[in-house]
């Protein structure tokens, strides 16, 4: 009898093994990922469903990131600065290094936490503060 508990505990710890491996892989695509580069897309502070749309740029690279918006009509929407960033689970946190004037909306720049999701070469950016939302719509540029 004791020869059978041998071979029965070896195929339970092989299936927690297998179950736990899987677990991690799923967990890890659902929160997405992103890899470093350059992403071009779209900046849109909603009110009501509404708002601007300008066109933006952000670079990433290892935990650094800069930008810029690309409209001459609406300066400092947003303000993408230059400064470090880092991830856990779904938010990512920037932290912006340059000083600013005082003339100006400071929840534009981009800085603090955000949610993030990210599916294939798509990373959407966003956070929702009182009847605001702002939202980062971007595509990973291939080299």
């Given amino acids: 009898m004791s020869n059978y508990k041998i071979p029965a505990m070896r195929t339970i710890l092989l ?3 297998v179950v736990s491996v899987i677990s991690c ?4 695509e659902s929160n997405g990922s992103f ?6 897309g779209t900046f849109q502070r909603q009110i009501a469903g509404g708002g601007k749309i300008v066109d933006v740029t952000l670079n990433l ?10 409209s001459n009509i ?7 600065g230059l400064g ?30 955000y949610n993030y999701s990210a599916n294939g070469d798509s990373l959407t950016i966003f956070r929702q503060y009182g009847n605001l939302k702002d939202i980062y719509k971007l595509k990973k540029q291939k080299k």
Avoid at 25 to 28: E, L, T
Avoid at 92 to 111: K, M, N, P, Q, R
Wanted: aromatic share 16%; no cysteine; proline share 2%.
């Fill in 15 to 17: 299936t927690i093994l």
């Fill in 35 to 40: 890899a470093d580069g350059t992403y071009i």
């Fill in 25 to 28: 892989k799923k967990d890890k």
């Fill in 84 to 113: 470090t960033y880092s991830t856990s689970g779904d938010k990512i946190t920037f932290v912006d290094s340059l000083a600013y004037t005082a003339d100006f909306d400071w929840t534009l720049i981009l800085a603090n936490e």
């Fill in 61 to 70: 690279n290892t935990g650094g990131y800069d930008g810029i918006h690309q």
């Fill in 74 to 80: 609406y300066e400092r929407y947003p303000v993408i």
